[in-house]
């Protein structure tokens, strides 16, 4: 099998740039990404894109040939949408695309345009994440979906808004440092209990704000890094991806994401690693609750105990298993497009040590990234390692 290095990364700031097209940020992105790799732009031979609602903010589809002129390069370029999970996605075919031989350099990313629309637009338009006859004409929104598998958990395993609270506090201080993060401001646990109220039990601290952002990757063979003096230490080891069923109501659970249980699974068994070999991870937290759920998919909690993680202290940067030091969705941002090649950015910039947030990992050597799409009805895992 191929090994695939990540020679290059590039991200955006992630946060409010209205005025930025899609195509803007990811020529930013993209650019970044190919100068940081060393690789002759005359050498990437195909083009992976992740982008949700173009078609809905920015009346843009067929993006991705528009974004390979962005970025200056003549070659196939194909758009994946997976919802929240769409550079995700990307990534793991690019991963395939490269192990099978057919390409040697890749660029694979994504971006998303959201705050032009303003709030109202941007819920309507993430809204079509999930089921429109049978959630969204019931007026069903993200957070009020993400609250019904917050109150299910509770009910189930139990858990309470203040080991919720203290997730958001805990990726808030993470993001301090972190020049791409939309927030870097601290907060209290009991100034997330105390903020207004969204869908209970989550209130305004236990969501990610709405973003625009790009984010890239170079990945090449191992042949092509050694043939060409690339210096790429980190590798893409494992990949996975699961799937379920679109509605909350045609569930067999609703505090459980098996969705990423699979994906997990599948990335763990092609990396040939077990969860305890990880040391730290990038998930999925566009709600607190989410961050939750995907501890237990990705096999580092039992059922109903990763609630309290973030309160005892584990997931924090000082923790046993430090995760989202970027910040996560909930403080870095989600331009839902970028968010999962974003993940795996940071992710490598950790492994290099050019990261703020390094100094928590120095003597890591395997690390996950967990992407969802909408309630998890997609799920895409990926084990990155220190390559040897």
Known sequence: MAGIRVAGVGLTDFGESPERTGRDLFAEAGLAAIDDSGVDPEDVEELFYGNFMGEFAERQGHQGPLMAEAVGLDVPATRFETACASSGAAVREAVKDVRSGEADVVLVGGAERMTNIGTAGATEGLAMAADDLYEVRAGVTFPGAYALMARAYFQEYGGSPEDLANVAVKNHEHALPNDHA????????????????????????????????????????????????????????????????????????????????????EAYADAGVDHDDVDFAEVHDCFTIAEVLALESLGFYERGEAVGAARRGETTRSGELPINLSGGLKAKGHPVGATGAGQIAEITRLFRGDHPRSGAVPDAETAVAHNAGGTVASAVVHVLEVAT
């Not at 903020?195 to 790009?214: F, K, R």
């Not at 984010?215 to 799937?243: K, N, R, W």
Request: glycine fraction near 8%; include cysteine; charged fraction near 25%.
């Open 182 to 265: 939309q927030y870097r401001s601290e907060i209290t646990v009991e100034e997330a209990l105390d903020a207004p109220p969204v869908a209970t039990p989550l209130g305004l601290y236990d969501a990610c704000p709405i973003s625009d952002g790009a984010s890239a990757l170079v990945l090449v063979s191992e042949a092509y890094a050694d043939s060409h003096g690339i210096d790429a230490p980190v590798a893409i080891a494992g990949t996975g991806q699961g799937g379920d069923r679109l509605a909350l109501a045609d569930r067999e659970y609703l505090a459980r994401t098996p969705a990423a249980d699979d994906a997990a699974r």
